[in-house]
């Protein structure tokens, strides 16, 4: 099944052994859960609560298997799949949930990635960042669900590309969530053509919801954003482009709503309404931000930016390119500003040059000025990703505020973002 050419039984048999680093199975709601600081200034220790937050962020569907197997019937498609196909859309293989056996014969090029059997082992090793299925004794994909992992986490490749070691809280920039979604059998025409125009690194998290019965349409036509990464959230306390809450605000809005968890969310700003019993969610909230608020910002990798040129930069961040304005150290964000510290300070679309469409949709109708964190990794910018290059985000400013900076000093902020 694995690999080109002839094996010897015994091999093939190894091939299916679990690694001896067993993976946590989904969390129920009956084991305990440590309840940490719901604050935006709590979390970030390495105790129980983040060790839990992890095996939930990682792990846990939420019982999101009664939309992606019970409603978009994603086990059949999957189970058809080849990892080749797979990979080209963006999902990530851990690593460290295969077997010696496996890495072998993968860094031998023995592994045939054309052949869906490969998919169905790697699903049932657990091995395919945010996604959880479960093969039976025959072989079949039986069901699918997913985690937060699968557009908060990607992999650094050290094995291949799309293989690796986790790396938790980046945006999995590679995910074409709407060319997968667009794979199922259950969406007429015109929903899998908006799926997928999507593109990769975007998802639209205003076009449909998922009430545990059916898939509510909430607008239309679709206006997909940047996957945003989830690390240094630390002290930001607002984790969306338009704060439309706080981050177990949208923990939940996600994980019922948009992974269709069984669990309640109810907004009567955006006019949604979700109950469902027993809810598996909100009691996973806090241990799951506990582990959200540990993740740090990766620093740059070495003499990826010019040092004499980032201080330059640095200085002009603050003076007379007027970022600080907005971009407030430590955490590069103004949201904190408002007269309440429960109430983000938010911002026109008109006062930051953005095109409003996607913030009409959202229960704020305005922007949060976006925390400045780990830029190097993850272009592109802007909530609709139409700033290719830091320069391009330079650009635009200077235009809009009609800053008058020379090529040199847009350089020079340039390499400062780099640094960040």
């Given at each position: 099944?694995?690999?080109?050419?002839?094996?010897?039984?015994?091999?093939?048999?190894?091939?299916?052994?679990?690694?001896?680093?067993?993976?946590?199975?989904?969390l129920s709601?009956?084991?305990?859960?440590?309840?940490?600081?719901?604050?935006?200034?709590g979390?970030?220790?390495r105790?129980?609560?983040?060790?839990l937050?992890?095996?939930?962020?990682?792990?846990?569907t939420?019982?999101?298997?009664?939309?992606?197997?019970?409603?978009?019937?994603?086990?059949?498609?999957?189970?058809?799949?080849?990892?080749?196909t797979?990979?080209?859309?963006?999902?990530?293989?851990?690593a460290?949930?295969?077997?010696?056996e496996?890495?072998?014969?993968?860094?031998a090029?023995?592994?045939d990635?054309?052949?869906?059997?490969?998919?169905?082992?790697l699903?049932?090793?657990?091995?395919?960042?945010?996604?959880?299925?479960?093969?039976?004794?025959?072989?079949?994909?039986?069901?699918v669900?997913?985690?937060?992992?699968l557009?908060h986490?990607?992999?650094?490749?050290?094995?291949?590309?799309?293989?690796?070691?986790?790396?938790?809280g980046?945006?999995n920039?590679?995910?074409?969530?709407?060319?997968?979604?667009?794979?199922?059998?259950?969406?007429?025409?015109?929903?899998?053509a908006?799926?997928?125009?999507?593109?990769?690194?975007?998802?639209?998290?205003?076009?449909h919801?998922?009430?545990g019965?059916?898939?509510?349409?909430?607008?239309?036509?679709?206006?997909?954003?940047?996957?945003?990464?989830?690390?240094?959230?630390?002290?930001?306390g607002?984790?969306?482009?338009?704060?439309?809450?706080?981050?177990?605000?949208?923990?939940?809005?996600?994980?019922?709503?948009?992974?269709g968890?069984?669990?309640?969310?109810?907004?009567?700003?955006?006019?949604?309404?979700i109950n469902?019993?027993?809810d598996?969610?909100?009691?996973?909230?806090?241990?799951?931000?506990?582990y959200?608020?540990?993740?740090?910002?990766?620093a740059?990798?070495?003499?990826?930016?010019?040092?004499?040129a980032?201080?330059?930069?640095e200085?002009?961040?603050?003076h007379?390119?007027?970022?600080?304005?907005?971009?407030?150290?430590?955490?590069?964000?103004?949201v904190?500003?408002?007269?309440?510290?429960a109430?983000?300070l938010?911002?026109?679309?008109a006062?930051?040059?953005?095109?409003?469409?996607y913030?009409?949709?959202s229960?704020?109708?305005?922007?949060r000025?976006t925390?400045?964190?780990?830029l190097?990794?993850?272009?592109?910018y802007?909530?609709?990703?139409?700033?290719?290059?830091?320069?391009?985000?330079?650009?635009?400013?200077?235009?809009?505020f009609?800053?008058?900076?020379?090529?040199?000093?847009?350089?020079d902020?340039v390499?400062?973002?780099?640094?960040?």
């Amino acid at each position: 099944m694995w690999l080109i050419g002839t094996a010897s039984i015994a091999f093939l048999l190894a091939l299916t052994v679990v690694t001896s680093q067993p993976r946590p199975a989904p969390l129920s709601q009956d084991e305990p859960h440590v309840i940490s600081r719901e604050g935006n200034q709590g979390g970030g220790s390495r105790g129980t609560g983040t060790h839990l937050g992890r095996a939930i962020f990682r792990y846990d569907t939420f019982g999101d298997e009664q939309l992606w197997t019970g409603v978009l019937r994603m086990h059949e498609v999957l189970a058809e799949v080849a990892p080749a196909t797979a990979l080209a859309v963006g999902l990530k293989v851990d690593a460290e949930a295969l077997t010696r056996e496996i890495v072998a014969a993968l860094k031998a090029g023995d592994v045939d990635l054309t052949d869906p059997a490969v998919t169905l082992e790697l699903l049932r090793l657990n091995a395919v960042v945010g996604v959880r299925g479960k093969v039976d004794g025959a072989g079949r994909l039986t069901s699918v669900g997913i985690t937060c992992a699968l557009c908060h986490s990607t992999v650094d490749n050290s094995l291949t590309p799309g293989i690796g070691a986790r790396l938790d809280g980046w945006a999995n920039v590679d995910l074409n969530v709407g060319a997968i979604v667009a794979l199922s059998p259950a969406l007429d025409d015109a929903t899998r053509a908006e799926f997928n125009g999507w593109g990769p690194g975007k998802y639209d998290p205003r076009h449909h919801a998922f009430d545990g019965t059916d898939l509510l349409p909430l607008n239309s036509p679709s206006v997909p954003i940047v996957i945003p990464p989830i690390y240094g959230l630390k002290g930001v306390g607002f984790e969306t482009f338009t704060a439309d809450g706080p981050i177990s605000y949208w923990n939940s809005y996600v994980g019922v709503g948009q992974m269709g968890g069984q669990g309640t969310f109810n907004d009567p700003r955006i006019g949604l309404f979700i109950n469902q019993q027993p809810d598996l969610v909100t009691p996973r909230l806090p241990a799951l931000l506990d582990y959200q608020l540990s993740l740090e910002t990766p620093a740059p990798p070495k003499g990826t930016f010019n040092r004499a040129a980032a201080t330059r930069g640095e200085h002009l961040f603050g003076h007379e390119a007027k970022c600080a304005t907005c971009h407030e150290p430590p955490n590069f964000t103004d949201v904190q500003r408002g007269p309440r510290h429960a109430r983000p300070l938010l911002h026109t679309p008109a006062e930051v040059g953005m095109d409003p469409a996607y913030a009409a949709r959202s229960a704020t109708g305005r922007y949060r000025t976006t925390p400045l964190r780990g830029l190097w990794q993850h272009p592109p910018y802007f909530h609709d990703g139409s700033a290719p290059d830091l320069l391009s985000v330079v650009e635009h400013y200077d235009r809009l505020f009609a800053l008058n900076l020379s090529d040199r000093q847009k350089r020079d902020l340039v390499e400062f973002l780099k640094s960040l």
